[in-house]
């Protein structure tokens, strides 16, 4: 049993098409995020969702819409791709919001905009 | 926010003790020091955390002297497939987005 799922694990679209992404967890997690990790290898948190609601909403620009319509599952929605979207996304969940908790990720999705 | 310094890379043989050292200078009272390891292709998983002194699990020691400004992340007796990049992050015990941002990391080599 895969513990954090995403899908598609590859992407490839042209500028200003609308994608979205899957995550989904099995753990029973209360917490889900979604991480951007770019061709250097810096990963960094955008968005953060606890029981549905919102938690964690970093500077990202607003062409990128996270959905969670439960707490077990949190997408990601991406509009008027760009060049520089082009990156793995990887999902991740742990059981609450406490810092010390342990993060599971997800296998990531590379996404590559032409 | 405490922001940390590690090598970029690193070469090792096999069967022997790798020590990878993070730098946090403005670690708070309430930051806990974690490390992940992350393989090509997947994502980052979780290997150790602690506060202070030294926690041991099966997989890896943290080491953390008394003024908490470093750390120590030791792999006993390494084999090629520790070949990975490992993350050090200092998190605030109350949550929220500081400590979430991985660096670099430290891509670890092993040879044969």
């Known amino acids: 049993d895969t513990a954090v799922s995403q899908t598609p694990k590859y992407l490839v679209t042209q500028m200003g098409n609308d994608k979205s992404i899957k995550c989904e967890q099995n753990?029973?997690?209360?917490?889900m995020y979604w991480y951007k990790q770019d061709s250097k290898k810096f990963l960094k948190i955008m968005f953060s969702y606890n029981n549905k609601e919102l938690i964690i909403n970093e500077t990202v620009p607003n062409r990128f819409s996270p959905k969670s319509p439960d707490k077990a599952h949190l997408n990601l929605h991406i509009n008027s791709l760009e060049l520089g979207d082009s990156a793995v996304y990887f999902c991740a969940s742990s059981p609450g919001t406490e810092g010390t908790d342990t993060q599971y990720f997800g296998p990531g999705t590379r996404l590559t905009v032409l | 926010l405490a922001k940390t310094t590690q090598p970029i890379s690193m070469d090792s043989y096999e069967g022997q003790e790798v020590n990878i050292t993070c730098s946090h200078n403005?670690?708070?009272?309430?930051?806990?020091i974690t490390w992940y390891q992350q393989f090509p292709s997947q994502g980052p998983r979780f290997i150790i955390q602690g506060y202070k002194t030294k926690v041991t699990n099966e997989v890896a020691s943290l080491f953390i002297p008394a003024d908490r400004k470093s750390s120590t992340l030791s792999l006993p007796r390494v084999s090629l497939s520790d070949t990975a990049v490992y993350y050090c992050?200092?998190?605030?015990?109350?949550?929220?987005?500081?400590?979430?941002?991985f660096g670099k990391g430290t891509h670890l080599i092993i040879q044969p």
């Open positions: 403005n670690i708070a009272t309430n930051d806990y």
């Open positions: 992050l200092v998190v605030y015990s109350g949550g929220g987005a500081d400590g979430l941002t």
């Open positions: 753990l029973g997690h209360d917490t």
